[in-house]
Nanobody, 128 residues
Framework: QVQLVESGGGSVQSGGSLKLSCEGSGYTYSSHCMGWFRQTPGKGREAVAATDWLGTTSVADSVKGRFTISRDPAKNTVTLQMNSLEPEDTAMYYC??????????????????????WGQGTQVTVSS
């Protein structure tokens, strides 16, 4: 059974940091894309960052310079280091993985259709 499990969410004050982790199981993610998305009530899922198996990364403009995505293919894990957090970063954060072999480019890192597997999400709350 394919499974993605996120951890590391929580509550933090504005300017603080959190590190999210996602561990995959059920198949080998080493040649696939993995990413982080976030969602707030009433809004669609927003791309935050993505990476492919060679380490190419993409980070959304809204978090560029503050968030960093990294990956350990051997361990099927991807992490999101979030610094200088702002109240606008408050959301449920989801880890995602592609089912098929994936490189960035030519695949679009923030195309939600690229991702076939999703975690249950971890809540991040940033207070001012």
């Amino acid at each position: 059974q394919v499974q993605l499990v996120e951890s590391g969410g929580g509550s933090v004050q504005s300017g603080g940091s959190l590190k999210l982790s996602c561990e995959g199981s059920g198949y080998t993610y080493s040649s696939h894309c993995m990413g982080w998305f976030r969602q707030t009530p009433g809004k669609g899922r927003e791309a935050v960052a993505a990476t492919d198996w060679l380490g190419t990364t993409s980070v959304a403009d809204s978090v560029k310079g503050r968030f960093t995505i990294s990956r350990d293919p051997a361990k099927n894990t991807v992490t999101l280091q979030m610094n200088s957090l702002e109240p606008e970063d408050t959301a449920m954060y989801y880890c995602a993985a592609s089912r098929f072999w994936c490189r960035l480019p030519p695949r679009e890192p923030f195309d939600i259709r690229l991702y076939n597997y999703w975690g249950q999400g971890t809540q991040v709350t940033v207070s001012s």
